[in-house]
C-alpha cells in the first residue's frame, strides 16, 4: 500500500478511474435502458468531470474522515484483508453520496422532481453498485495495479 504521499497520489488516480468510469457506465445504461456499446464511449465525455472531482474530493475531504472512522474501528488483532475491506467500505459510504450529488446536480434532468429527491434516488440507485464494485473488482484490481508499478527490489 502507498508509503508516501506522491505513492498515495498515484493510488487515489488509480482507484478514482477504476470507480469512476464504472460508475459513470453503470448510470448511463440505467438512463438509456440497458447497456450497449456505444455506453463504454460516452462515459468519456463524463469522466473528463467527474475523475479528477473525485480525486479532489478524495484527497481533500474524504481521505481523513475515511482514516479516522476506520482507527476507531479497527482493532490489532483484526485481518490485513478485513481492514481493507473497512477502509473500502467506509470509503464508499462517503464518496457515493456526494459524487452521486454532483452527478445529479451536473447530468441529470429532474422531470419535476427536485434536485434533493433526485440525488437520494441517485444514492439509492449507485450504492450497492458502489460497494460491489469497490469490494469484488475495484479494490483488488487498483491495489494489483498500485503493487505492480510500485513493486519493491528487495536487495537481500
Excluded at 81 to 91: E, N, Q
Aim: hydrophobic share 60%; with cysteine; proline share 4%.
Amino acid at each position: 500500500m502507498p508509503e508516501t504521499k506522491f505513492e498515495s497520489v498515484i493510488f487515489t488516480v488509480i482507484m478514482t478511474f477504476l470507480m469512476v468510469y464504472a460508475m459513470i457506465c453503470y448510470n448511463i445504461a440505467l438512463s438509456i435502458g440497458g447497456m450497449e456499446d456505444s455506453v463504454f464511449l460516452m462515459a468519456f465525455g463524463e469522466l473528463r468531470i467527474m475523475w479528477p472531482a473525485a480525486i479532489i474530493l478524495e484527497m481533500l475531504v474524504v481521505e481523513r474522515p475515511v482514516m479516522a472512522l476506520t482507527r476507531r474501528v479497527v482493532t490489532r488483532e483484526m485481518p490485513f484483508l478485513f481492514i481493507l475491506l473497512i477502509r473500502s467500505a467506509l470509503t464508499v459510504c462517503l464518496m457515493c453520496p456526494t459524487m452521486s450529488f454532483i452527478a445529479a446536480l451536473l447530468f441529470k434532468e429532474y422531470h419535476g422532481a427536485g434536485l434533493v429527491s433526485t440525488w437520494l434516488q441517485t444514492v439509492a440507485l449507485n450504492f450497492l453498485m458502489a460497494m460491489s464494485w469497490q469490494i469484488f473488482f475495484a479494490g483488488p484490481s487498483g491495489r494489483w495495479a498500485f503493487r505492480t508499478i510500485f513493486r519493491k527490489k528487495n536487495f537481500n
